[in-house]
C-alpha cells in the first residue's frame, strides 16, 4: 500500500511541477523517477520514453501508466496516470476560466515570454541527458540525425520516423552484431 501511495505523491509532483507539456515532463519525470526513487534505470526510462511518444496520448500519461504498472502492476498503473493528470486537470479548467479575462494584459504577456524560453530550456536539458545514454555509437548518432532532419526539415510524422529508425536499428545492428 505504501508503494501505491509513492507512485500517486511521485507522479502527482511531476503533474503539479512540470510546466510546458510534452517533453518537458521528461527532465521531471527522469529527475522524479531514476534520481529520487530510482524505480527504473535510465535506459529503460528512454525505452519508455520511445514507446510512450509512438502510442497515442501524452508522453507523461503513457510514462506514468507504464512506470506505474513496472513498479506495482495495474493499480499502480492507475495511480500513476490519475497523479500525473489530477493537478494540470484542475489547473487547465481554472485556467480556461480565467485566461480570455486577462491574456491581453501586458503582465500576462510578459510572463509568457518568460516561460517560453525556459520551457525550451527544459526540454534541451532532457534531449542532452537522454542524448548521453543514446548515442552510443556512430550508428546511433547517424540514426538520431536522420531522425531530427526527418522531423525538423522534412516534417515527416514523428511515429513514422520511430518506426523507421527502429526498423534501421534492426537493419544496421543485426548486420554489425
Known amino acids: 500500500m505504501t508503494l501505491l501511495i509513492n507512485i500517486f505523491l511521485s507522479f502527482l509532483k511531476v503533474g503539479a511541477f512540470s510546466f510546458g507539456g510534452g517533453y518537458a515532463i521528461v527532465s521531471f519525470i527522469q529527475k522524479e523517477i531514476i534520481q529520487n526513487k530510482g524505480w527504473i534505470d535510465l535506459k529503460e526510462f528512454i525505452d519508455i520514453v520511445a514507446i510512450a511518444e509512438m502510442t497515442p496520448g501524452p508522453i507523461a500519461v503513457n510514462s506514468s501508466t507504464y512506470i506505474g504498472y513496472k513498479v506495482a502492476g495495474f493499480w499502480g498503473s492507475i495511480l500513476g496516470t490519475v497523479g500525473v493528470l489530477l493537478i494540470p486537470s484542475v489547473l487547465a479548467l ?71 529508425s527502429g526498423a534501421l536499428g534492426l537493419i544496421l545492428y543485426s548486420v554489425i552484431i
Do not use: C, E, H
Not at 485566461?99 to 510578459?110: G, L, P, Y
Not at 534541451?124 to 543514446?134: D, L
Open 94 to 164: 481554472i485556467l480556461s476560466i480565467y485566461f480570455n479575462k486577462f491574456k491581453s494584459q501586458k503582465w500576462v504577456k510578459w510572463a509568457l515570454n518568460g516561460m517560453r524560453p525556459a520551457v525550451l530550456g527544459i526540454i534541451a536539458s532532457a534531449g542532452f541527458t537522454i542524448g548521453k545514454v543514446s548515442f552510443t555509437d556512430y550508428i546511433s548518432v547517424i540514426i538520431g540525425f536522420s531522425a531530427f532532419i526527418g522531423v525538423y526539415k522534412l516534417k515527416i510524422n514523428p511515429f513514422l520516423v520511430i518506426f523507421l
